[in-house]
T-cell receptor, first 111, second 118 residues
Framework: DAKTTQPTSMDCAEGRAANLPCNHS???????VYWYRQIHSQGPQYIIH???NNETNEMASLIITEDRKSSTLILPHATLRDTAVYYC????????????FGKGTKLSVKP | GAVVSQHPSRVICKSGTSVKIECRSL??????MFWYRQFPKQSLMLMAT?????????EQGVEKDKFLINHASLTLSTLTVTSAHPEDSSFYIC??????????????FGPGTRLTVL
């Protein structure tokens, strides 16, 4: 599975959009981009995933560049409860691919 | 949405005893379940992958005789930490894989089990 690079930490003001970048320059054609987050002392929470088209759900939007070498997770209106570590993971879409977690981005939403 | 539960949420045991952790997929059937552990201030590390009715596949460096995994049904997997020692103290998290309609599969995670070995 391709590796990802994320900033170690980011701050965001409450009510503003949080834009979390992820680089995955070695991604291959059949690999999906998954985003999870982990609030302190809890299990990871699934947010969204995509292959090449932009995706949106009730939690967030995922913007994937045309060359698929990077993506951005957007939380449109961040709240204090969105403070967490956000993981961007690239995974093979087949049944053999596993989720391998990197260090993620620690997002701090401030009042 | 897909819900995964774990029991117990927290356990404290004496060194040398065995501890069993249960993982259940509550509203879906999971052919594949995963076990991770997480030490303080570190990321999750995959320990093993288990498929219903077959032996688990362990990641390099994980002792299969120490961490016994049973995946007897499509909704239940158990992890038994045998002869636990203080260095086994960690946050153990299970995950179950399912397919979303019209999309590829997705893993959902349990809330985790905090194991403390005295």
């Amino acid at each position: 599975d391709a590796k990802t690079t994320q900033p170690t930490s980011m701050d965001c003001a409450e009510g503003r959009a949080a834009n979390l970048p992820c680089n995955h320059s070695t991604i291959s054609g059949n690999e999906y981009v998954y985003w999870y987050r982990q609030i302190h002392s809890q299990g990871p929470q699934y947010i969204i995933h995509g292959l090449k088209n932009n995706e949106t759900n009730e939690m967030a939007s995922l913007i994937i560049t045309e060359d698929r070498k990077s993506s951005t997770l957007i939380l449109p209106h961040a709240t204090l409860r969105d403070t967490a570590v956000y993981y961007c993971i690239v995974r093979d879409g087949g049944s053999q691919g596993n989720l391998i977690f990197g260090k993620g981005t620690k997002l701090s939403v401030k009042p | 949405g897909a819900v995964v539960s774990q029991h117990p949420s927290r356990v404290i045991c004496k060194s040398g005893t065995s501890v069993k952790i249960e993982c259940r997929s509550l509203d879906f059937q999971a052919t594949t379940m995963f076990w991770y552990r997480q030490f303080p201030k570190q990321s999750l590390m995959l320990m093993a992958t288990s498929n219903e009715g077959s032996k688990a596949t362990y990641e390099q460096g994980v002792e299969k005789d120490k961490f016994l995994i049973n995946h007897a049904s499509l909704t239940l997997s158990t992890l038994t930490v045998t002869s636990a020692h203080p260095e086994d103290s960690s946050f153990y998290i299970c995950s179950a894989r399912t397919y979303l309609a019209g999309s590829t599969d997705t893993q959902y995670f349990g809330p985790g089990t905090r194991l403390t070995v005295l």
